[in-house]
């Protein structure tokens, strides 16, 4: 009897040994989506647009936003709460980490996430074959849509800032700014390119043709104007 | 030699088969009968052995093995004999047996192979009856005498089962229930010997008497006491690690809830804060905070399989004793879950082979301990004449003032006509001033005043009750028990009941199997909901309508809505129901191996039902008819660990072996459902979510894996140099692809210097000095947080919703867990005969590849990558101190002190080197990350903000513009004086938010016989904690509120202290805060009991029964004006409870 159990030891110790790969321990990610599984076809890479379109409402919708807080700097208006943590003493209380609630130096990292976004987009827009080449220029076209739009809100709100052109898959410490001439010069070619494939009929919520030939004019006037003075 | 043939044998069968799988086993098994055939290498007829103190039992065994003779002895003449001393070099066999046994009046036979071990007496009675018949057996017999007596402890209850044996022969009783015993005994010099276990054994030298009671004294020294350590158990004595045991039976007064209750202060290294809710509970944090980003709770260890499920679930009343684990090396047999410390909790088994039921019933009564209320209706008004004063002054001397209490100099028509239109009433033309709106006005016309406060403190009542049965047959071991706890805290509606049951089963099924059951289920009812904060609302608002039902808004502001709504009409059902459950079996093989194979499993089945209807904010006012939501929560772990141990001990070297080999997984299937719009009506709640009208899903599933590998020998030379090497080697499927397994070493030493020879202090019954090194894991990061999570985010584009995905966190395959490595140095004291007793440990552990968020720059679009990056240190002393102070017939008084004081720093964080110039010298030092306010360097609870100087009053108002404040604002320390406030310019560190020296002091008194007390006072020192209500946050709206009754500045009230109401506190750039000191003593817990006499008991068959009236909290002193020190933002309670303790 006794040897029967020991052989039993030895057999369930082996076993286990053996047992011990690394598949096991391979991580299941179950009710999440990664970009491997994403962005598979047009839906997927539309789906990411979704985000981008919904960042758009940022400067309007919300308490403070950008709509109001451009405002308190101008002569338009001036910052209303009745005592005094509202900003009215630019000198003191505006300074790099603190603007008081307002949406100013919230612009900053607000513009960048929808850039980082449609940056994943337009890194990855080659990865599979389209079936439809129209479809994959759309949705190009829509990604540098929306990245000119919060390039054009971030060089005038805060003048040289870096260029992201491409999808991080590492952490990057060092950056340069660009000038914004040069911004926007980038600006100008890639809406060029947008408004021919902007769809052409307009969907609620969808970026289309039509504001695309906004937005081009405008930041070619803004190159010429600013380079004359 | 029969052994050996034996296995031979077998062998030969096993090769008859041509398996390779089998020839590999039988590989590995040859290779281990290798390894014990030194041991059975030759049989002599000399023995060889230096023994010190070891007992018979040992010494028999070291004979079986160098001379191949079996020992044949009864167990009952073995337990009676006493430790052997002998130095044999090649002694005769003989010879030896002699030296041994004769002075213990046994002797010995050998017939064959077999030694036939009995007492001398025995053999010479043998003898004598065949040579001399009957009638010399006869004599012997008449010289017998009857000898009773009771046996009792020192305060004069009675002892069972002790054992009374006359001293050299085998003759003896055991005591009864009453203590009582009876027995004959022949000679001329009888002297007893009354032995049990905890007590010290007497000797009694009977003479002439016929009655001999004895009193026996408890056995103070705990060195044989037996301690559990990971996977396994050890004597204190052989302890190499820092290891703390508490014992459970000392908090049977304290009304806990959950186990972490009595770590508060109670345990060197371990800091914990009082939870205040009903469930009590309270966080638990061993040596330190080790980890920024991951978790930092102690590893559970239940019943020797690790328990990941909630400590609320372990019923207190079921605890033996808690043993916590703290240095590197006790904890490093759990590898990547132990950098944080071990508690390791070992629940009752049966004792006696009578079935005991033990008993408990508790009820108490639960009270806040430190009020902090808004304004009463008179503060009320007074606070809003000066906030108006200050918000919107008027040029008019006493504007805001009552009519009837208007300043000198001003008369009612001045005051009336400072209005262009007064009202005819003067009181409402004051109330308009003063802005109280309409209702408000009636409720202070009525005369009708709500007391906010005292609607939402009150006195929860609290009871427990358990009751175990429990029992040790010849072969069963079983413990059944069951508790139901039902507290009510001290906010309105906060309430918690819990009903746990557990059942532990262990049976011998046979000589080689132990087969066993650890199972416990607990199911908790969470549904009660509790009011919300009162602060702001109005004494002049009221509670309910004409109708009977709640206000919405108390005082007619929609900014302000009832508190209590969520309370009366909000319908919550929260179920947890938790299963835990281990079954194992243990095999005893040959050559001293034993091999435990224990498979754990945890259910976790969580509902969390919650319905608002219209008549909340939430159903009525932020959704329409109705809002509704359940959330199902289903998890599944099981965990399978084998574990083979062999110890063996040859001469003076002692061997302790542990390998072990586990596996683990766990899975979590979470579904959410909410909708909204309820029709026809929500009269359904949440039973009927299918009628609303707009639906929405949400699925939340998860699972895990991971794998270990143990190896642990423990040695130790003549029980006087003690050595432990450990390794264990941990995969996680949270960590990266590139490192999913971690390696945990470990290694510790002790050497009992009392025992060495040269060592010649005769106060000192044992000394051992320690020292250990390891490195432990902490795994406790989220599950996924190695991949890329893009996670939904839905839009609606106007005509419907969207299914969109942000990409906001970035992968990391490189991610691993945390490694602390700690040294740990110590000694253990024994002195004055057990009487006092000291535990010393200094320690220092570093938390290497710490993980952290590093903040990525926002162009980045990344908010953060989570990396392991960051060094953090820890560095300590802990000394625990035991005394027996008194100890006679009429008082007994022992006390335990217990001082921690633990140094924490940050190292290094990812590295971002800055060059600084201070006062003209340049430094190049690494950036701090300022937002989460940690400095390379400095402890993680280090405070860095303004130094508050005081306060500007009036005559400062020029000094105070410059920095464009005014006059009751704060006045803070401007380093480099240039006239504004700039947090990298002019904040200071100030302070530890934790404190810097923690004292427990417990004593333990009895008196009177029947009575006992005890007492335990706690001290956490040294820390200063945020003030942060003093900012008066929501200052812009306190002209339609009420606020917190703290004092503030006016220009009468020229406070130094405290600022005005409207503080402008956002022109420091970063913020600021006033700080008070956390220091507190408190008189924690403190209790009476009183035991009913044994005598009485007797007659209604009850073994013990005793009442205890106890309390908690029971008296703080603070300089904290908050609500409490430790709890911080929360009221912290005071608990009464009277309770009974019995057993039958």
């Known amino acids: ?229 | 030699m029969k052994k050996y043939e034996l296995l031979a044998r077998a062998f030969r069968k096993r090769t008859v088969s041509n398996q390779l799988s089998r020839v590999l086993k039988t590989t590995t098994f040859l290779l281990l009968i290798g390894c014990l055939h030194l041991s059975a290498a030759s049989w002599s007829q000399t023995v060889t052995l230096r023994a010190n103190r070891q007992s018979l039992k040992q010494v028999f065994e070291t004979i079986e093995k160098q001379t191949g003779y079996w020992v044949v002895y009864s167990d009952q003449l073995i337990n009676r004999s006493k430790p052997i001393t002998i130095r044999a070099n090649g002694m005769a066999l003989n010879r030896f047996l002699d030296q041994i046994l004769e002075p213990q009046a046994l002797t010995y036979t050998i017939e064959g192979k077999n030694i036939l071990v009995m007492s001398s007496n025995e053999r010479t009675l043998a003898l004598k009856n065949m040579l001399t018949g009957v009638a010399d057996i006869k004599n012997v017999r008449l010289q017998q005498r009857v000898i009773r007596g009771k046996v009792t402890d020192e305060g004069g209850n009675p002892l069972q089962s002790v054992t009374v044996t006359q001293k050299n022969t085998k003759n003896g009783v055991l005591t009864d229930r009453e203590g009582n015993y009876e027995m004959s005994a022949h000679g001329d010099d009888i002297v007893l010997v009354f032995t049990i276990i905890g007590y010290v054994s007497n000797e009694q030298v009977v003479g002439g008497r016929s009655t001999v009671d004895v009193a026996l004294a408890e056995s103070v020294s705990d060195l044989d006491e037996v301690v559990v350590v990971g996977y396994g158990t050890q004597r204190k004595r052989d302890l190499t690690g820092a290891i703390t045991r508490i014992d459970g039976a000392k908090f049977e007064t304290q009304s806990a809830t959950s186990v972490s209750e009595y770590f508060s202060g109670t345990v060197a290294g371990i800091s914990s804060t009082q939870g205040t809710g009903a469930g009590g509970g309270g966080s638990l944090e061993i040596r330190g905070r080790n980890s920024l980003k991951a978790g930092s709770s102690p590893l559970i260890v239940l019943d020797g399989v690790i328990y990941n499920g909630s400590l609320q679930d372990i019923n207190p009343f079921d605890i033996a004793n808690i043993d916590v684990l703290q240095d590197a090396s006790a904890a490093a047999v759990y590898g990547a879950r132990a950098a944080s410390g071990v508690i390791i909790v070992t629940t009752k088994r049966g004792k006696s082979e009578v079935p005991t039921i033990t008993l408990s019933a508790m009820t108490g009564l639960a009270s806040v301990s430190h009020d902090y209320k808004p304004f009463d209706a008179q503060g009320f008004l007074q606070f809003r004449e000066d906030l108006m004063n200050q918000m919107a002054p008027s040029d008019n001397l006493g504007f805001y003032a009552r009519p009837d209490q208007l300043p000198d100099g001003v008369s009612l028509a001045d005051w009336r006509a400072y209005s262009n239109n007064p009202n005819a009433d003067d009181m409402l033309e004051w109330a308009n001033r003063i802005r109280l709106n309409d209702a408000e006005i009636e409720s202070y016309q009525q005369g009708r005043v709500t007391d906010w406060y005292d609607m939402r403190m009150q006195q929860g009542l609290r009871q427990n009750y358990d009751v175990a049965l429990a029992g040790k047959g010849a072969r069963v071991n079983y413990y059944l028990s069951t508790g139901y706890t039902d507290n009510e805290g001290i906010v309105y509606g906060q309430r918690l009941k819990t009903w746990r049951t557990r059942l532990n089963l262990e049976g011998q099924v046979a000589n080689f199997l132990k087969v066993g059951l650890n199972s416990q289920f607990a199911s908790q009812d969470g549904s009660s909901v509790a009011a919300g904060g009162i602060t702001a609302l109005s004494p002049y608002g009221r509670f309910k309508d004409e109708s009977g039902a709640l206000l919405q808004y108390p005082h007619e502001d929609p900014l302000f809505p009832n508190p209590f709504l969520d309370a009366y009409y909000k319908d919550q059902y929260v179920r947890n129901n938790r299963l835990f459950a281990t079954l194992y079996a243990e095999f005893k093989l040959p050559f001293g191996f034993k091999y435990r194979f224990s498979f754990q499993n945890r259910l976790d089945i969580t509902k969390d039902y919650n319905f608002w209807p219209t008549t909340t904010i939430q159903g009525g006012r932020d959704r329409q008819n109705g809002y509704g939501s359940r959330v199902d929560g289903h998890g599944y772990e099981w965990m399978i660990d084998n574990i083979v141990s062999w110890n063996k001990t040859f001469g003076q070297h002692g061997f302790d072996f542990t390998f072990l080999a586990n596996a683990e997984k766990l899975q979590i299937q979470r579904s959410r459902q909410e909708n909204e719009n309820f029709g026809p009506n929500g009269s359904l709640t949440w039973h009927g979510l299918q009628y609303g009208i707009n639906p929405s899903i949400l699925n939340d599933d998860m699972l895990h894996t991971g794998d270990a590998l143990m190896f642990r020998l423990n040695y130790n030379f003549d029980e006087r140099y003690l050595l432990t090497l450990s390794w264990r080697r941990d995969g996680f499927s949270a960590f990266g692809q590139n490192h999913p397994r971690g390696v945990f070493p470990s290694t510790a030493f002790a050497w009992r210097l009392s025992e060495e020879r040269f060592f010649h202090a005769s106060w000192v019954d044992d000394l051992k000095l320690r020292f250990s090194w390891g490195i432990n894991g902490n795994r406790d990061i989220p599950t996924y947080s190695a991949l890329s999570n893009l996670s939904p985010n839905p839009y609606f584009d106007g005509t419907s919703v969207v299914v969109g995905l942000t990409n906001s966190s970035m992968a990391n395959p490189n991610l691993k867990w945390e490694g602390t490595e700690a040294y740990n140095i110590g000694f253990d004291l024994t002195t004055l005969d057990g009487r006092l007793s000291a535990t010393v440990d200094a320690y220092r552990g570093t938390t290497l590849d710490l993980l952290l968020d590093r903040k990525l720059p926002r162009v980045m679009g990344y908010e953060f990558v989570t990396a392991n990056l960051g060094k953090l240190s820890n560095r300590g002393i802990n000394a625990t101190i035991n005394g027996q102070l008194l100890k006679n017939e009429r008082i007994t008084w022992s006390s335990d002190l217990v001082f921690s004081l633990n140094r924490n720093r940050i190292d290094r964080l990812w590295g971002d080197m800055v060059e600084e110039t201070v006062d003209g010298k340049t430094t190049y030092h690494e950036a701090p990350d300022y937002a989460n306010g940690w400095f390379p360097g400095e402890a993680i609870d280090r405070v860095w903000d303004y130094r508050i100087l005081g306060i500007w009053q009036e005559e400062d108002a020029e000094d105070a513009a410059v920095y464009g404040l005014r006059p009751g604002e704060y006045r803070a320390a401007d380093v480099n004086d240039d006239g504004a406030y700039g947090q990298f310019d002019d904040k200071q560190f100030l302070g530890w938010k934790e404190p810097r020296y923690t004292f427990g002091w417990r004593n333990d008194i009895t008196f009177l016989k029947q009575f006992d007390a005890s007492i335990f006072l706690r001290a956490d020192l040294g820390h200063i904690g945020a003030r942060g209500d003093f900012n008066h946050p929501n200052s812009n709206t306190y002209d339609r509120s009420n606020a917190l009754d703290i004092p503030y500045w006016t220009s009468e009230n020229r406070s130094n202290s405290y600022p005005r109401l409207n503080v402008n506190y956002r022109l420091f750039e970063g913020g600021i805060n006033i700080y008070e000191p956390r220091s507190f003593l408190r008189i924690q817990d403190a209790s009476v009991g009183y035991r009913v006499p044994a005598d009485l008991l007797n007659r209604v068959s009850v073994d013990r029964l005793r009442f205890f009236v106890s309390a908690r909290n029971l008296l703080t002193v603070t300089s904290w004006t908050g609500w409490d020190p430790e709890s911080g933002s929360s009221p912290m309670p005071r608990i009464f409870t009277l309770g009974l303790n019995a057993s039958f």
């Not at chain 1, 890639?190 to 906004?214: K, S």
């Open chain 1, 1 to 229: 009897m006794k040897f029967n159990t020991s052989y039993i030891a030895i057999l369930l110790a082996s076993v286990m040994l053996s047992s011990c790969t690394t598949d096991w321990l391979k991580p299941e990610p179950l009710s999440f989506y990664a970009p491997e599984n994403l962005l598979v076809n047009k839906n997927g890479y539309e789906s990411l647009l979704v985000t981008a379109r919904k960042n758009l409402r940022n400067s309007f919708y919300s308490e403070l936003r950008t709509v109001v807080s451009e405002g308190i700097f101008t002569e338009l208006g001036v910052a209303g709460p009745l005592n005094d943590n509202g900003i009215r003493n630019m000198n003191l209380q505006l300074t790099p980490s603190s603007d008081g609630n307002y949406y100013v130096l919230d612009n900053f990292q607000w513009g960048y996430r929808p850039i980082r976004v449609v940056n994943a987009v337009i890194s990855r827009i080659d990865n599979i074959t389209w079936e439809n080449e129209s479809d994959r220029n759309a949705i190009l076209a829509e990604a540098y849509f929306h990245r000119a739009y919060w390039y054009y809100l971030l060089i005038h709100q805060f003048g040289d800032v870096p260029y992201i052109g491409q999808e991080f898959l590492d952490a990057k410490l060092d950056f340069y700014t660009h000038s914004r001439w040069s911004i926007l010069d980038r600006m100008q070619q890639e809406l060029e390119f947008a408004v021919q494939w902007l769809p052409v009929t307009t969907t609620p919520g969808h970026p289309a043709r039509p504001l695309g030939n906004i937005c081009w004019p405008k930041s070619i006037s803004r190159t010429d104007n600013m380079k004359r003075r």
